[in-house]
């Protein structure tokens, strides 16, 4: 006796089966998307909390690097990338940071306006 099979029964060509392991990375980045959302609470809690500018500019800036570097690595994909391409990018860093440099005068205007907020 043989069972008919349903067309729902079939395997699935392919093209159509999603690729191996998919579920498990996407619950990575559900999680790495939670601790970008996190960080962006920490921030704002930071801000209202009225710490001194230097310190608050400190704190901001190293939560702004660690969000960075988690969508850098996780949603761009960096970390499955060769190191050439990693280390690559610090050259483009260090080119930004440089330039960057041209408005440092203006953006340290903001001590001496000593703001009350």
Do not use: C, K
């Amino acid at each position: 006796m043989t069972h008919a099979t349903s067309p729902a029964d079939a395997p699935l060509p392919d093209e159509r089966r999603p690729p191996a392991g998919m579920f498990g990375e996407m619950g990575l980045n559900v999680g790495i998307w939670i601790a970008m959302l996190l960080l962006a609470g920490l921030e704002v809690f930071v801000t209202y909390r009225h710490p001194s500018m230097p310190a608050l500019i400190t704190m901001l800036l190293v939560l702004a690097a660690v969000q960075a570097f988690l969508g850098l690595m996780y949603f761009m994909h960096l970390r499955h990338e060769r190191a050439l391409l990693g280390w690559s990018l610090i050259g483009a860093l260090i080119f930004v940071v440089l330039l960057m440099n041209q408005v440092w005068p203006d953006a340290l205007r903001a001590f001496r306006l000593r703001l009350r907020y």
